[in-house]
């Protein structure tokens, strides 16, 4: 049963940039895709990225700009950077294992593992 | 705002069967799979559905997806007082090149 563990700072100034990584274990990280998703207090979900083991990615057209996620498969980690930090990016962070498939412009996926999930709280 | 539309919340009784729907359109349920998850308080999501209609190893046949056209449904039968949760809906959108998901639903089983 594969199991992942997101770590990384709780607290992070705005304007600044926060930094997580995930560590899968039980598994190999290599053949799929890695999702990082964020919940604000009280609110639902949204869905922030994806990377293939491979490196490439997809990423939230209202976070693109500042988004960028990284995989490194000795490790067996994937990492997510998200820039310029405003308190409205305050959420429990959520990195999740994507199963399923592409076709062309179509995807026929789901998350099947999650992680516990981080508070990061952005505050001076 | 939520790309995928659900009822913010729900009730029932024990015992009795409940169903939620979740919306969106033809380039993201339409043209894509559909996924459910449960989101007990404190506790990150866990897969409860996918592929629309399919039941993930050790998830009891009390509940049931299933798509038509631009919406999906979760089915829930024998309501239990352990289904007090957040549930989602999930899927690709093709034309946003990125993951959806709708805004969830409270269940409240009193």
């Known amino acids: 049963q594969v199991q992942l563990q997101e770590s990384g700072p709780g607290l992070v100034k705005p304007s600044e940039t926060l930094s997580l990584t995930c560590t899968v274990s039980?598994?190999?990280?290599?053949?799929?895709?890695w999702s990082w998703i964020r919940q604000p207090a009280g609110k639902g979900l949204e869905w922030i990225g994806r990377?293939?083991?491979?490196?490439?990615?997809n990423y939230n057209p209202s976070l693109k700009s500042r988004v960028t996620m990284s995989v490194d498969t000795s490790k067996n980690q994937f990492s997510l950077k998200l820039s310029s930090v405003t308190a409205a990016d305050t959420a429990v962070y959520y990195c999740a294992r994507v199963r399923g498939y592409c076709n062309g412009d179509n995807c026929y996926s789901y998350f099947d593992s999650w992680g516990q999930g981080t508070l990061v709280t952005v505050s001076s | 705002q939520s790309v995928l539309t659900q009822p913010p919340s729900m009730s029932a009784a024990p015992g009795q069967k409940v169903t939620i729907s979740c919306s969106g359109s033809?380039?993201?349920?339409?043209?894509?799979?559909v996924s459910w998850y449960q989101q007990l308080p404190g506790t990150a999501p866990k897969l409860l559905i996918y592929?629309?209609?399919k039941r993930p190893s050790g998830i009891p046949d009390r509940f049931s997806g299933s798509k038509s056209g631009t919406s999906a449904t979760l089915g829930i039968t024998g309501l239990q007082t352990g289904d007090e949760a957040d549930y989602y809906c999930g899927t690709w959108d093709s034309s946003l090149s990125a993951g959806v998901f709708g805004g969830g639903t409270k269940l409240t089983v009193l």
């Open positions: 990377i293939y083991s491979s490196g490439s990615t």
């Open positions: 592929d629309n209609n």
């Open positions: 039980g598994g190999s990280i290599s053949s799929y895709y």
């Open positions: 033809i380039s993201n349920i339409g043209n894509n799979y």
